[in-house]
């Protein structure tokens, strides 16, 4: 089956922990992004990927960090610096082209900082 | 600056049509996007426009795209309580991103 996997689907931490989300795809995309999701609000994008090795901060980056070592592959840390951890955290990848941005989600994974 | 806007909440009763509608604020989008969350769950790819097209129909669902008034709509014809969910739009921003609205909160009585 081709898809977006994220892991676990809910996860418990202690303030002041980091924790890593993970993320991987088996649909050959080389764009990977993680969003932030919470209660009744949008998608706030933290951080995206375009290639392996390469990656950019979205627009609520601070407290997160990332790597792209594989394609299939794009965890997200959250570090104790992120005051407001707890949220729903999505996982999304796509094929990138000029004027296009299809991106294809991942089931997401709920934090809780408790 | 960029900006996706949606109403927040919608009531229909079963069998009825819906029509969930978006506004944008890019006039150079060139791909916008309707998806689709159930509770707990990521983000499903219902269907997209290209900005050639004033219309496009798949099955229950008809999307309406009007450039002029930055205007998108989904109509969901026949809606079942299975339909009950959060809509998103999303337009492609000049600088390549995707910009979500703040999501339509659909509600299905029997």
């Known amino acids: 089956d081709g898809g977006i996997t994220q892991s676990p689907k809910y996860l418990f931490r202690k303030e002041g922990q980091n924790v890593t989300l993970s993320c991987e795809q088996n649909?050959?995309?080389?764009?990977m992004y993680w969003y932030r999701q919470d209660p009744g609000q949008g998608l706030r994008l933290i951080y995206y990927?375009?290639?392996?090795?390469?990656?950019q901060k979205g627009d609520i980056a601070e407290g997160y960090s990332v790597s792209r070592e594989k394609k299939e592959s794009f965890p997200l840390t959250v570090t104790s610096a992120q005051k407001n951890p707890t949220a729903f955290y999505l996982c999304?990848?796509?094929?990138?082209?000029?004027?296009?941005?299809?991106?294809?989600f991942g089931p997401g994974t709920r934090l809780t900082v408790l | 600056g960029e900006d996706v806007e949606q109403s927040l909440f919608l009531s229909v009763r079963e069998g009825d049509s819906s029509v969930i509608n978006c506004t944008y604020t890019?006039?150079?989008?060139?791909?916008l996007y309707w998806y689709k969350q159930e509770p707990g769950a990521g983000l499903q790819l219902l269907t997209y426009?290209?900005?050639?097209?004033d219309m496009k129909q798949d099955q229950r669902l008809t999307v309406l795209l009007n450039k002029k008034d930055k205007h998108l709509s989904l109509r969901i014809a026949d809606t079942q309580t299975g339909d009950s969910a959060i809509y998103f739009c999303a337009e492609v921003s000049n600088t390549g991103k995707l910009i979500f609205g703040q999501g339509t909160t659909l509600q299905v009585k029997p």
């Open positions: 990927s375009q290639i392996v090795n390469d990656f």
């Open positions: 890019d006039s150079s989008s060139t791909y």
């Open positions: 649909l050959n995309h080389d764009a």
């Open positions: 999304a990848s796509g094929v990138a082209a000029p004027g296009e941005d299809t991106q294809y």
């Open positions: 426009i290209f900005s050639n097209m």
